[in-house]
């Protein structure tokens, strides 16, 4: 991989104008300085953890959980204001009865300077036959630290690792049962249709798209979250793929699928 461009950050502090005084209201302004570009407004309190050293911490934590070779993918949003690392583990592979296609575990991490997400660790499922991230029901592992002072210290690092290894495990084990489940739940196209209805913040091309896909797939529960999963993992945001939009996306059909 060719050497990785981090956007710069400072803080600057903000002062609000009273007559013809200025007086700091004890915040802060991220700020790109090359730029201009504001990407937060934060209090005194708050400390930055740096986007590279968010992809040191996760190289490390993917060394450290031995999954054998991973493909690695980054990306950075809004103005390099967010930062995605994700890695698909080949490797391993993931039994899904009734279902010939290789499923691998992947793991995405990300850290943002507009809050839309502190230090977060996430856990998926590859398809490989249609290329689909399907998305689980709960989280691997919960490591939001919204002030975080520094990057993790290796006794940390190790913990981290230790509840992902055990966890992982056990969300796709469970998730693998539900699904198994789901290919036995028959579900009609008028059904789907007025499911997806019902969602409120999908936009209506979205809602065809995944109509369509239904139709294409065996008209069980399963089937469903096949056509889902694809429309989410291929579609386009404006003219680039956004994994910000994604798990907005995922995080509403989680609703629907595990009912939280």
Not at 32 to 41: E, F, T
Not at 68 to 93: C, I, L, P, T
Not at 127 to 141: H, I
Not at 178 to 202: A, G, T
């Amino acid at each position: 991989m060719s050497k990785l461009e981090f956007p710069k950050i400072e803080r600057y502090p903000v002062y609000a104008k009273i007559g013809v005084d200025y007086k700091d209201v004890k915040q802060d302004a991220l700020i790109n300085p090359d730029n201009g570009k504001v990407y937060s407004i934060v209090s005194k309190k708050y400390t930055i953890l740096k986007h590279e050293e968010a992809y040191q911490m996760a190289k490390k934590l993917i060394e450290g959980l031995d999954w054998g070779e991973s493909v690695e993918k980054v990306f950075f949003e809004a103005n390099g204001a967010r930062f995605w690392v994700k890695y698909r583990f080949d490797d391993m592979k993931i039994n899904v009865p009734n279902d010939d296609s290789d499923y691998n575990p992947y793991l995405l991490i990300g850290n943002s300077y507009d809050k839309f997400k502190s230090f977060s660790i996430r856990l998926g499922v590859y398809r490989q036959a249609c290329s689909n991230g399907l998305f689980l029901g709960e989280d691997v592992a919960n490591v939001k630290r919204l002030h975080m002072p520094k990057p993790m210290m290796k006794g940390e690092l190790n913990t981290v690792i230790k509840l992902i290894k055990k966890k992982a495990k056990i969300v796709v084990e469970r998730n693998v049962e539900l699904w198994k489940q789901w290919m036995k739940e028959k579900i009609s196209r008028d059904e789907v249709e007025e499911m997806i209805e019902e969602m409120k913040y999908v936009p209506d091309k979205m809602k065809e798209e995944i109509i369509w896909r239904f139709s294409n797939e065996v008209a069980t529960k399963f089937g469903l979250f096949m056509a889902v999963t694809y429309v989410i993992s291929h579609m386009k945001y404006g003219r680039k793929y956004n994994i910000s939009r994604q798990i907005d996306y995922e995080n509403m059909f989680s609703k629907m699928f595990y009912g939280k």
